[in-house]
């Protein structure tokens, strides 16, 4: 690995300006994504320098403002696990946040994490559409269906950083993750649901974390059998090392039945 | 930078974008910490940061300043076995022993929290750390027969 200059600014203003001054430089929350990419050389450009944000305080913490649980960008799956608001007020993410990884990464895993990388498996990300979540970041909030511009990209700035993830409180989401196995796998399918109102997000489907449209059109008009087969028309699932585009088609179709009882069902 | 190993102040002059891995192995000698994977999906380099199990390999060193890192040497006490390396032992819960390290420390922490964990508990426990030999059955009783 070429030689790579690690910061660690004292506080967010610190960081910041670093950000802006340092070329080619990587944000570094819990290091579960970035450091493997790193360390296999497979960032481009090669990062010339790793901010660590891991440790400010600004980034950490699960706090209830009125109808909104905020969750600092740096915070680990595990503290919002073990978060009574989280537990109580969107257990669907807490369900999400379980699924990823094992203790190791749920340790080090982050909200902020999970959205800059943008991966279309990246198992919180259809939890915080189907809640309509907002990215705050240091400049501004994002609404949750602008932030997925493209395959791994994302509506953030070169220089800008996310601080926290707002979730409305009191949402009835339902939650589902379709792996290998249990604990560990990366998602054949991944998946969100919303009745009241209308959600339906899922990720490992197409190059996007995605909310299927005419899915959502069809649940609006209380169109069960119209939902089931209008979601094989939104997603773009392909064949992979993990899973094929008709297996994925088939369990998306499965899964979406699935929740859609359990919401039925209260 | 200046951080505890095994209960010892140690520093580390260089780059603190290294991997935790790489120094505590190649620059602190603490080889007990293995590289499975390197993507932290095995569990192999499991370490204790403050208390909590993590994967060495996913951590840059910069990150631990100031931090109480333990590995594996650092589990037995004056050259004494915790109960639960005896466990291990006596359960033959070890065979080709590179996941043996981490499958300690995690199941370390989970007996710190739960001092009577469930089978199911001791998996989910588990679960990030990864063994082609046992088939799990060995090490589950292994830490089952702990239980206080």
């Known amino acids: 690995m070429p030689h790579v200059t690690y910061l660690r600014p004292k506080n967010i203003k610190e960081a910041l300006q670093l950000y802006r001054a340092t070329p080619r430089c990587r944000l570094l929350a819990g290091g579960t994504d970035l450091m493997v990419m790193l360390h296999a050389g497979a960032l481009q ?132 993750k379709v792996g290998t196995r249990a604990a560990q796998a990366i998602s054949k399918v991944v998946m969100a649901v919303s009745r009241e109102p209308a959600r339906i997000a899922i990720g490992s489907v197409a190059e996007v974390p995605l909310r299927a449209g005419r899915a959502e059109a069809a649940l609006a008009r209380n169109d069960v059998e119209g939902v089931i087969a209008a979601v094989a028309e939104d997603i773009r699932p392909i064949d992979d090392v993990r899973s094929t585009a008709t297996y994925r088609r088939q369990v998306t179709q499965n899964v979406l039945r699935e929740l859609l009882d359990a919401l039925a069902r209260g | 930078m ?20 790489d120094v505590l192995r190649e620059d602190l000698g603490k080889t007990g910490t293995k590289e499975g994977c390197g993507e932290g999906e095995c569990g192999a380099c499991s370490v204790l940061i403050d208390g909590e199990v993590v994967d060495s390999c996913l951590v840059a060193v910069g990150q631990v300043e100031g931090c109480k890192v333990i590995t594996v040497e650092g589990l037995a006490e004056g050259g004494r076995l915790t109960p639960l390396q005896q466990s291990f032992i006596d359960h033959g819960a070890a065979q080709c022993g590179i996941c043996t390290p981490g499958m300690l420390l995690a199941a370390h922490v989970l007996l710190e929290r739960a001092r009577r964990p469930s089978a199911d508990e001791v ?13 799990y059955t060995k090490i589950i009783e292994a830490v089952l027969s702990c239980r206080t």
């Open chain 1, 45 to 176: 450009p090669a990062p010339q320098a790793v901010l660590d944000v891991w440790s400010l305080s600004e980034l950490k913490g699960v706090r209830r403002v009125r109808d909104v649980l905020e969750i600092g960008a740096a915070e680990s799956y595990t503290r919002i696990i073990g978060s009574r608001d989280a537990q109580e007020l969107v257990p669907a993410l807490v369900a999400a946040a379980r699924t990823i990884g094992a203790a190791q990464i749920q340790n080090r895993g982050t909200l902020g994490g999970n959205l800059a990388n943008a991966s279309p498996a990246g198992d919180t990300l259809p939890v915080l559409l189907a809640y309509d979540a907002v990215v705050v970041t240091d400049r501004r909030t994002i609404p949750i269906d602008a932030f997925f511009t493209g395959y791994r990209k994302t509506a953030l700035e070169s220089d800008e950083l996310i601080t926290a993830v707002r979730l409305p409180v009191g949402r009835n989401v339902q939650f589902r």
């Open chain 2, 2 to 21: 200046r951080f505890t190993l095994n209960g010892r102040e140690v520093s580390f002059e260089g780059s603190g974008a290294r991997r935790l891995l």
């Open chain 2, 123 to 135: 998996r989910e426990a588990l679960a990030g750390n990864l063994c082609r030999c046992t088939g």
